[in-house]
T-cell receptor
Framework: AQSVTQLDSHVSVSEGTPVLLRCNYS??????LFWYVQHPNKGLQLLLK??????LVKGINGFEAEFKKSETSFHLTKPSAHMSDAAEYFC??????????FGSGTRLLVRP | NAGVMQNPRHLVRRRGQEARLRCSPM?????VYWYRQLPEEGLKFMVY????????ESGMPKERFSAEFPKEGPSILRIQQVVRGDSAAYFC????????????FGPGTRLTVT
C-alpha cells in the first residue's frame, strides 16, 4: 500500500529565509507525487507534480521539489519565503492512476 | 474557464437530517472525485465517478453515504441521517479523461452537524 509521511506538522520561518517542508513516501512502484497548498478556508491548489520525468520539479510561486528515489523523499523548497506563503501544505502520492493519498499536512508560518 | 464549483460552501444540519452537496466539474472534465477532510487531518478519498457510473467507492462509509454523477447536472454527495462525526470539509475534484491523476479541486463544502 502507498503512503506518505510529512515529517513536520508545523514549520515557522522568517520572511526572506528558505523554506523546507519534508515528505517521505512509501510505494511499491514508481509513484506520481504532488504538493498541494491550502490557504485558510480555501480549496486546494496544485503547486507541482512529479510523474517520472525530471527529478527536480519546478512549480508555481517559486516552489520546487526534488524526487530522491534512494531516500524515498520528495521535499518541497523555496529559496525565500513570502508572507503570502503562509498556508497548509500537503504532500500527496497517487495510488494507481487516480486515487490521491494525502499526508497529514504541514502548516507553514511566516514571521515578518 | 471556470474551475470546479461546489455548493453550498457552508451547510449546517441538525442530527438526523439529510445533507446534499453538489459539485460541477471543470468544463471538459468527465471524472469526479470526492474527498473528506476531518479537522487537523489530510484529505481522504471517498469515491470516484464518471458520468452515470461509480468507478470506485472504496472510501465511502457503508451506510448513509451515497454519490451520483448523472448524465446531466452536477455530481451529488448525499449523507442521510447526519451525525456529529460527519462534520468535515468535503472536497470535490475533477480531471480530464486521459490524465486522471491531474485533479483540480473545488473550494469545498464545510458541513457542520449540530
Amino acid at each position: 500500500a502507498q503512503s506518505v509521511t510529512q515529517l513536520d506538522s508545523h514549520v515557522s520561518v522568517s520572511e526572506g529565509t528558505p523554506v523546507l517542508l519534508r515528505c517521505n513516501y512509501s510505494s511499491s512502484y514508481s509513484p506520481s507525487l504532488f504538493w498541494y497548498v491550502q490557504h485558510p478556508n480555501k480549496g486546494l491548489q496544485l503547486l507541482l507534480k512529479y510523474t517520472s520525468a525530471a527529478t527536480l520539479v519546478k512549480g508555481i510561486n517559486g516552489f520546487e521539489a526534488e524526487f530522491k528515489k534512494s531516500e524515498t523523499s520528495f521535499h518541497l523548497t523555496k529559496p525565500s519565503a513570502h508572507m503570502s506563503d503562509a498556508a497548509e501544505y500537503f504532500c500527496v502520492v497517487s495510488d494507481s492512476s487516480y486515487k490521491l493519498i494525502f499526508g497529514s499536512g504541514t502548516r507553514l508560518l511566516v514571521r515578518p | 474557464n471556470a474551475g470546479v464549483m461546489q455548493n453550498p460552501r457552508h451547510l449546517v444540519r441538525r442530527r438526523g437530517q439529510e445533507a446534499r452537496l453538489r459539485c460541477s466539474p471543470m468544463k471538459g472534465h468527465s471524472h469526479v472525485y470526492w474527498y473528506r477532510q476531518l479537522p487537523e487531518e489530510g484529505l481522504k478519498f471517498m469515491v470516484y465517478l464518471q458520468k452515470e457510473n461509480i468507478i470506485d467507492e472504496s472510501g465511502m462509509p457503508k451506510e448513509r453515504f451515497s454519490a451520483e454523477f448523472p448524465k446531466e447536472g452536477p455530481s451529488i454527495l448525499r449523507i442521510q441521517q447526519v451525525v456529529r462525526g460527519d462534520s468535515a470539509a468535503y472536497f470535490c475534484a475533477s480531471s480530464p479523461e486521459t490524465h486522471s491523476y491531474e485533479q483540480y479541486f473545488g473550494p469545498g463544502t464545510r458541513l457542520t452537524v449540530t
